[in-house]
Each structure stands twice: as structure tokens, then as C-alpha cells.
């Protein structure tokens, strides 16, 4: 098992950086896929960051792995294999990386994840750090989440291996969290009970239901989901506004 610093020299060579052309520290958001691994909406989202003038990073959590997008999908996505508690070490170790670059601002940092991207995020912000193994890492009480002052979560994965879903989280920044109406995993009151407990803590949440499907912004009809291009776009909009609100840059 990896310490927080050796899982980030794992997963460094395998994430994209995206963002203004200049060295200036600017405030960053780190993204985490889905269990489909990545897919290729989530560099629009990098873009629409850039352009209200924020840094990206988009963790890639398989390929450190070895882990195929044909075995993610039989494995991951069934809860067989890196359940969102396991993933949760990558979320630390990427705030340690992305914090110690020049052309960062620790103190202004974001989140955001979709699907099991999100599961792992909110259990990175809600386990017990003493408990041994926590997080998948040796280390994870020495991990510093007081840099990172929002969060989006996308469809989160909040169903049955989720069983950290209501445990209160230990860090609460402000969040965005997006429910697809008619998504296949979980129901909008399911989500809405887990919107309150994060609430409860004394957060800002902002809770959008989209009329649509369980990753409606992927380019994808496999199954249950379906794209949605006019969906997609309010989503990115969104997604760039939560951000410029979090930490407006000139």
C-alpha cells in the first residue's frame, strides 16, 4: 500500500494539466472520472475552467493500474473491484501533487467528480483518517484538505456500495451537486437525503436536477444512459459559473 506522496509519483506521468499559458499561481480544480475511466467530455470541462481562468488536472486513476477500459467496466463499474473508499487515496494524493506546483494556489482549490469519481471525493472528505488503510493509503490522516473550498459532484455514485453515502464529511466546502433526473442508480430523494446531510455541516449546497440520464453529458447511449448535447452545455456553463464564484480570476 502506498503512502500519499508515492501514490501521487503513481499517478503524476498519467494526468493531463490544462490551463492559461503563463506561471501565474492560479486557483486549480482537479478532476476525477467515472468507473468508464476517461471518457471525452471531461476535457470540455477542463476548457470551460480555462476560460474563467483556472487550472486543471485530470486524474487518471487506471492507468497507474493497469486497469483496461474493457476491465474497469466489468469489474470497477459492478463494485467488484476500487470501490469508491480505495479510490479516495488518489483524491489526497492529487490535492498533495497539485498544491506544491509554482503555478498553483494551494489555498484556492476545487474538486469535482463524476460518478465514481464522486464517490471516491466524498469519501475522501468523510472517512476517519486514523483508521489504518484508510483511503487505500498508509498515510491518510497527513492528508490537507483545507485548501480545497468547493466541490462539484456529478451524478455522484451514492447507491448500495456506498455504504459511507451518510456519514458526515470532516471538510465542507461549498458544493455543487448534480442529480440526473432519471438516472438508473440512484433516485432524486435519495440524493436530496444526501444533499441535507452534507448541508447539515454548515455548507453552501447548490443542487441541480437535470431531466436527464446517468451521465447524460458523455458522448455515450450504452444501456440506460443517453447523451444530452443541450444538457451538456448548461452543465458546462454551470460547472465554469461555480467555479468563477469559488474564486474569480481576472
Given at each position: 500500500m502506498d503512502d500519499i506522496a508515492s501514490l501521487w509519483r503513481r499517478l503524476e506521468p498519467h494526468v493531463q494539466v490544462y490551463g492559461?499559458?503563463?506561471?501565474?499561481p492560479r486557483p486549480a480544480v482537479i478532476l476525477f472520472h467515472g468507473c468508464g475511466g476517461l471518457r471525452s467530455h471531461l476535457p470540455r470541462y477542463a476548457e470551460a475552467a480555462t476560460a474563467v481562468g483556472w487550472r486543471t488536472f485530470v486524474v487518471d486513476s487506471y492507468a497507474p493500474r493497469g486497469i483496461s477500459r474493457a476491465v474497469a467496466l466489468t469489474t470497477v463499474c459492478t463494485g467488484l473491484k476500487l470501490r469508491g473508499h480505495e479510490r479516495g487515496g488518489d483524491v489526497l494524493a492529487a490535492i498533495h501533487g497539485v498544491s506544491q506546483r509554482p503555478d498553483v494556489d494551494a489555498g484556492r482549490l476545487a474538486l469535482a467528480g463524476w460518478s465514481h469519481g464522486g464517490w471516491a471525493i466524498m469519501e475522501?472528505?468523510?472517512?476517519?483518517?486514523?483508521?489504518?488503510g484508510a483511503l487505500g493509503v498508509t498515510d491518510a490522516a497527513s492528508g490537507d484538505l483545507s485548501g480545497v473550498k468547493a466541490?462539484?459532484?456529478?451524478?455522484?455514485?451514492?447507491?448500495?456500495?456506498?455504504?459511507?453515502?451518510?456519514?458526515?464529511?470532516?471538510?465542507?466546502?461549498?458544493?455543487?451537486?448534480?442529480?440526473?433526473?432519471?438516472?438508473?442508480?440512484?433516485?432524486?430523494?435519495?440524493?436530496?437525503?444526501?444533499?441535507?446531510?452534507i448541508q447539515g455541516c454548515g455548507v453552501t449546497v447548490e443542487h441541480w436536477?437535470?431531466?436527464?440520464?446517468?451521465?447524460?453529458?458523455?458522448?455515450?447511449?450504452?444501456?440506460?444512459?443517453?447523451?444530452?448535447?443541450?444538457?451538456?452545455?448548461?452543465a458546462l456553463d454551470r460547472f465554469a459559473r461555480f467555479l468563477q464564484d469559488t474564486a474569480p480570476t481576472p
Open positions: 492559461p499559458a503563463d506561471d501565474r475522501a472528505l468523510s472517512a476517519d483518517p486514523a483508521r489504518p466541490v462539484w459532484l456529478a451524478y455522484p455514485y451514492i447507491g448500495p456500495w456506498a455504504f459511507n453515502r451518510m456519514r458526515p464529511w470532516r471538510h465542507c466546502p461549498r458544493l455543487l451537486a448534480v442529480t440526473a433526473r432519471k438516472d438508473h442508480l440512484t433516485t432524486v430523494r435519495n440524493a436530496e437525503r444526501v444533499n441535507a446531510m436536477i437535470a431531466d436527464g440520464t446517468h451521465a447524460f453529458d458523455e458522448p455515450t447511449n450504452n444501456g440506460p444512459m443517453r447523451h444530452n448535447p443541450d444538457l451538456t452545455l448548461e
